[in-house]
Antibody, heavy 116, light 107 residues
Framework: EVQLLESGGGLIQPGGSLRLSCAASGFTFSRYALSWVRQTPGKGLEWVSTIGIGGGNTYYADSVKGRFTISSDNSKNTLYLQMNTLTDEDTAVYYC?????????WGQGTLVTVSS | DIQMTQSPSSLSASVGDRVTITCQANHEISIYLNWYQQRPGKAPKLLIYEATNLETGVPARFSGSGSGTAFTFTISSLQSEDFAVYYCHQYSKWPWTFGLGTKVDIK
């Protein structure tokens, strides 16, 4: 069974940093692209970042480019999102999702709250 | 960025009704469009990929059509478990973008 389990969310002050993790199981991790998608409470979905198959090419939304870094560790079957210089606009539930052009599996999400 | 305009933003319908949601792109995106369902407190679920393809395990009452800039998502006979928010999503060009969603609730 494919599972994606996010962790690392929490309350962080503006300007702070946080690293999200997404532990994957039930599939060959290195054979899939993976993405982070976020959702502001009560609002819609925003694509954040994608990493290509085997940890190849990376892509970022303009809103996070230069502040967020996506990476993966094939030995640990884990996806990461390093988030720096956080602002209140980054407050959201962050989902990891499997796939490049469409995402057939999603995690349950982890809430990041940026507030003083 | 490619803007995806969904309509309506919300609708009320009864079990058994036919429901149609449209998604308009402000640039040509060929067939590079997906539809997701999101129930309250849950992660999005893939229903339709590449405009018309039904994801494995998704009931056949869901369907998608369109290409270019205009797309349609249809539920042929609404069931109680279909009350949710539906999003279109384009992957023609980075950054990937979503529509704002259509909330389907009970009339």
């Amino acid at each position: 069974e494919v599972q994606l389990l996010e962790s690392g969310g929490g309350l962080i002050q503006p300007g702070g940093s946080l690293r999200l993790s997404c532990a994957a199981s039930g599939f060959t991790f290195s054979r899939y692209a993976l993405s982070w998608v976020r959702q502001t409470p009560g609002k819609g979905l925003e694509w954040v970042s994608t990493i290509g198959i085997g940890g190849g090419n990376t892509y970022y939304a303009d809103s996070v480019k230069g502040r967020f870094t996506i990476s993966s560790d094939n030995s640990k079957n884990t996806l990461y999102l390093q988030m720096n210089t956080l602002t209140d606009e980054d407050t959201a539930v962050y989902y990891c999702a499997r796939g490049l052009r469409w995402s057939d599996y999603w995690g349950q999400g982890t809430l990041v709250t940026v507030s003083s | 960025d490619i803007q995806m305009t969904q309509s309506p933003s919300s609708l009320s319908a009864s079990v058994g009704d036919r429901v149609t949601i449209t998604c308009q792109a402000n640039h040509e995106i060929s067939i590079y469009l997906n539809w997701y369902q999101q129930r309250p407190g849950k992660a999005p679920k893939l229903l339709i990929y590449e405009a018309t393809n039904l994801e494995t395990g998704v009931p056949a009452r869901f369907s998608g059509s369109g290409s270019g800039t205009a797309f349609t998502f249809t539920i042929s006979s609404l069931q109680s478990e279909d009350f949710a928010v539906y999003y279109c999503h384009q992957y023609s060009k980075w950054p990937w973008t979503f529509g704002l969603g259509t909330k389907v609730d009970i009339k």
